[in-house]
């Protein structure tokens, strides 16, 4: 294709919002006026369904659940007066409590005023927070915030010991719908240990965010914590950012949370429009399945040209990844759906994989996003004239450009800056184009039974580990492995068996390994 053509094609299918200031390029995505043509049925049907989900469908059969967070920054469009109710005592509850810890009329026992604030959460409860406090956080906020976001003994002490004494003045955050959720629950009793041992009061320094009259909430209410915020049924985890679960930790930050809301329901009403051409997230989902054949063929690379957007693509993993992931569609049929998303941030990891984007297997397609302000305030000439953020733009157009001309694809979203607005605007533009795809492929978007078989898998092992334990502290003496797996009703589990009490050897939990793994026969296992 010739400048000319290039240039006519980019004026095609460049998307603009006025209000926003945000461009959307899928001019470098090779589809032709053909294939648009024979895409329109079915997305006048995804609008449809959208529609029909935004007005209080049962979006997620499985579950018999409506899906809402759309409702969430725009509490108008709540199927009833009582949940939109529900959405506007929440916002309230956050800015009042927000308030008090900002000003020191809620302060740790003994202190003066809360310095810092630890999240414990994991996947969505983790990875929407994570995000906008890389993206959004001052220099110097009201609360420094640090993460624990799995059940890592060595990583949970590490964030436990970087805040030493500041655990005295520090607010935590537990995260989790149910309560039950094993990283989160293994972690909050870490952190409680670690508060008893500095003779502190947990309770009088925790809030929780969970589902409503779970074992979480109960135990809250019975310590006497500082507050419980809802995580409501109709909110998945992936999409719970815009809810308590993100608002509250942004809020205690400084971030302005209202004003991600109104990015979000900005680009929500944008996204909401059923026209093609006219709608960011419908040429996002045309586009995504174009590259794909609609069957998820090519991976989506994620590069981000902005340091504080650098988590984008951890986040976008789960909303699109444990969205899109399904082994079945909406009509039983076993079609194993789904997306990958990798990446980083651009430049520092072009120099890790474009030498492969460009010239190895074409199984993928990439996403830039460009961010037009380099910095608040001016920028020092470093070479001709051209600063820091002119090389950083340069890289990101000669890939860009690179990559086209070996028939490479992508996409290049333009934000004018990393604001609250434009970080709300980006999630709800991605939310919408995973809900539209996922209508046009015929899958649900919104359980996640992949996850749940993982959990009970673990749950398995753990029970596993417990039976072998008792067995062999039962034991006379010395067993070899192979009568330990019988004697607990595993025979056809001989390698997790195995593998299980390396781990209790290693670390010295009334387990010794003797012999070599390359000979079962000799292996045994004796209690401490």
């Not at 302060?107 to 604030?117: A, H, M, N, S, V």
């Not at 939310?431 to 899958?443: D, F, K, M």
Request: proline letters at 4%.
């Amino acid at each position: 294709m010739d400048a000319i053509a290039l240039w006519q094609r980019y004026q095609d299918w460049l998307y603009h919002h006025d209000e926003l200031g945000i461009y959307l390029d899928i001019s470098r995505i090779r589809f032709d006026d053909a294939f648009v043509q024979q895409m329109q049925p079915k997305f006048d049907k995804a609008f449809k369904d959208m529609e029909a989900l935004e007005n209080g469908a049962i979006a997620n059969p499985d579950e018999n659940r409506m899906v809402g967070h759309y409702w969430l920054r725009d509490p108008d469009r709540a199927p009833s007066p009582a949940l939109k109710q529900d959405i506007l005592s929440t916002l309230q509850d956050i800015k009042t409590f927000t308030q008090q810890v900002h000003t020191g009329a809620l302060y740790p026992p003994g202190q003066e005023k809360f310095t810092d604030l630890l999240c414990i959460g994991i996947g969505g409860s983790a990875l929407g927070p994570q995000f906008v406090s890389q993206a959004l956080t001052a220099d110097q906020p009201p609360l420094a915030a640090h993460f624990i976001d799995n059940t890592d003994p060595a990583g949970i002490d590490r964030t436990l010991n970087r805040l030493g004494d500041r655990l005295a003045t520090t607010l935590v955050i537990v995260t989790s719908k149910s309560g039950g959720t094993p990283e989160t629950r293994n972690a909050m009793v870490e952190v409680q240990h670690r508060f008893g041992e500095m003779g502190l009061n947990f309770a009088k320094q925790a809030v929780a965010v969970t589902g409503i009259n779970s074992n979480l909430e109960k135990v809250a209410k019975q310590q006497g914590w500082l507050g419980t915020f809802p995580m409501h049924g109709w909110v998945g985890g992936r999409t719970s950012e815009l809810s308590a679960v993100g608002l509250l930790p942004a809020a205690l930050e400084g971030i302005d949370m209202i004003a991600i809301l109104n990015g979000a329901k900005t680009m929500d009403a944008a996204t909401r429009v059923p026209n093609l051409k006219q709608n960011p997230a419908a040429l996002l989902a045309l586009s995504w399945y174009f590259v794909g054949d609609g069957q998820g063929l090519k991976d989506m690379v994620l590069l981000p040209y902005k340091d504080g957007l650098a988590l984008f693509s951890r986040y976008l993993q789960q909303l699109v990844m444990e969205s899109l992931g399904k082994e079945k569609d909406l009509d039983g049929k076993v079609v194993n759906q789904g997306i990958a998303v990798y990446g980083n941030k651009g430049s520092t990891d072009q120099h890790a994989y474009v030498q492969q984007l460009r010239e190895g297997v074409n199984n993928f397609f990439v996403t830039f996003i460009e961010v037009l302000k380099d910095r608040e305030g001016g920028s020092i000439p470093i070479d001709n004239d051209a600063t820091a953020g002119d090389f950083l733009s340069g890289f990101l157009l000669g890939t860009r450009q690179a990559l086209y001309e070996n028939q490479r694809d992508s996409i290049t979203i333009t934000i004018p800056e990393v604001t609250p607005t434009q970080v709300g605007a980006l999630i709800a533009l991605y939310e919408r184009a995973v809900g539209l795809y996922a209508s046009l492929v015929n899958i649900n978007a919104y359980h996640q039974p992949g996850v749940e078989a993982g959990k009970k898998a673990a749950a398995g092992i753990l029970q596993l580990q417990s039976k072998a334990v008792e067995a062999v502290k039962a034991a006379d003496g010395p067993m070899a492995i192979a009568d330990l797996a019988a004697q607990v009703g595993a025979p056809d589990q001989i390698e997790t068996l195995y593998k299980i009490l390396r781990h209790l050897d290693a670390n010295k939990r009334d387990i010794q390994l003797s012999g070599n793994v390359g000979t079962l026969e000799n292996l045994t296992i004796t209690s401490l």
